[in-house]
């Protein structure tokens, strides 16, 4: 009786179409096991970037901290303070970066080292791991307003940051960059003030080190979800992620926090006989 139960449940499950499920399954388990990304990425035009940035124009973090608070985003988008600036510009603040993030993951590699080559080896061998395992692919989606946002593999000691490619980017209209992990020739870099957030100083180059895994794909960044499209804000307290869809309303409760901040600033200046500065200016 029992078998025949199942044999009438399996013929009810053919004839209403459901006995594909398994094939489903099966079809499924290779996409997962092919690899699978379930979170979007959105994407938005230079026009929407730029009336976004217009938005957030001259506010800091602790604004638009407050603006997110209001929003009912408590706690969401504060990156790991030991993310910090490499430099700091107190009279104009241009160490500050607000803009787009587009987003890139490297991850350690696997790779065996390059071990004892002559010279023209290794440099050939270096230039072919460039090439095919660590390069740069999201220069092509750099423009105007785009914060690099790298996630990086932070024990590496690497430095995938370097005098020459963040000035190569900030000319392709990249406003800063916030990593993870490390940067080298940080002396020249504070020599061309190019904002730059990161965790530590590194030494060494990519290749033998990291491979580049994805572009424009959501990253964590200091214990915060990084959206390629969000909004990024820094300055000497550290780094801030806004999320895209709340980015017009969070933007709005900040400016109102910090005109007011500004105002009662300036009266404090004025007591105190200070000059106004850039910080209080309207």
């Not at 490297?106 to 050939?124: I, S």
């Not at 307003?145 to 020459?164: E, H, P």
């Not at 926090?257 to 850039?278: C, F, H, V």
Request: proline residues 5%; hydrophobic residues 40%.
């Amino acid at each position: 009786m029992k078998t025949l139960h199942i044999f009438c449940l399996t013929t009810l499950i053919g004839i209403l179409g459901l006995g594909h499920l398994s094939a489903f399954e099966d079809v499924s388990a290779i996409e997962l096991r092919q690899g699978k990304n379930f979170i979007q990425t959105t994407v938005y035009s230079e026009k929407e970037d730029l009336e976004t940035l217009k938005l957030f124009e001259g506010l800091r973090v602790a604004d638009v901290s407050d603006g997110m608070d209001k929003s009912g985003l408590h706690g969401i988008g504060l990156v790991d303070p030991r993310i910090s600036p490499l430099w700091k510009d107190c009279e104009f603040f241009t160490h500050r970066i607000v803009g787009i993030a587009v987003t890139a993951r490297y991850v350690p590699t696997q790779r065996p080292p390059a071990g004892q080559l002559e010279p023209a080896e290794f440099d050939e061998w270096e230039g072919q791991f460039y090439t095919d395992y660590s390069s740069e692919p999201f220069v092509d989606i750099i423009r105007i307003g785009t914060v690099l946002v790298l996630d990086d593999a932070n024990d590496a000691d690497v430095g995938s940051i370097g005098s020459y490619n963040i000035m190569d980017w900030a000319s392709r209209g990249c406003v800063g960059v916030i990593t993870d992990s490390s940067a080298r020739d940080t002396d020249e870099i504070i020599a061309v003030k190019i904002p730059l957030y990161m965790r530590e100083v590194g030494r060494g180059i990519r290749p033998g080190r990291n491979e580049i895994e994805s572009v424009n794909r959501p990253v964590e960044m200091g214990g915060a979800l990084v959206m390629p499209g969000d909004v990024i804000v820094a300055d000497g307290d550290g780094v801030i992620v806004v999320p895209r869809k709340y980015a017009q309303k969070v933007a709005l409760f900040a400016r109102e926090i910090m005109d007011k901040d500004k105002e009662g600033r300036r009266e404090l200046y004025k007591r105190l006989g200070l000059p106004l500065d850039e910080s209080v200016k309207k």
